[in-house]
């Protein structure tokens, strides 16, 4: 099993900035992506980003590229989501998910998940 827990998450100012955290314990060798993931009300689970274990690899969905960035810290291995100029369109739950592949954007491709945790963006 692998445990994944979120921080970071908050209110925030439309053109502002946060980070998120996903920190990972468990049988981490077993893991070989994490990806980010958002649900609104009513919408459906959304890819945000993604990356490969060793930090080398890293994929996005159109509506963020420019604006988020995807990293992992090779000693300690949280991975971060860095997210600036926020919109309300932003306002989410937000999931970090873990994967034995990597490269994927489906929500199926991943095995482990986290609680989530809430973003709101004010207009």
């Known amino acids: 099993q692998v445990q994944l827990v979120e921080s970071g998450g908050g209110l925030v100012q439309a053109g502002g900035s946060l980070r998120l955290s996903c920190a990972a314990s468990?049988?981490?060798?077993?893991?070989?992506?994490v990806g980010w993931f958002r649900q609104a009300p009513g919408k459906e689970r959304e890819f945000v980003a993604g990356?490969?274990?060793?930090?080398?690899?890293?994929w996005y969905v159109d509506s963020v590229k420019g604006r988020f960035t995807i990293s992992i810290d090779n000693a300690q291995k949280p991975v971060y989501l860095h997210m600036n100029s926020l919109t309300p369109e932003d306002t989410a739950v937000y999931h970090c998910a873990a994967s034995p592949d990597y490269g994927s954007s489906q929500p199926r491709q991943y095995r482990y998940w986290g609680q989530g945790t809430q973003v709101t963006v004010s207009s």
């Open positions: 990356i490969s274990w060793s930090g080398l690899n890293t």
């Open positions: 468990g049988r981490t060798f077993s893991v070989y992506g």
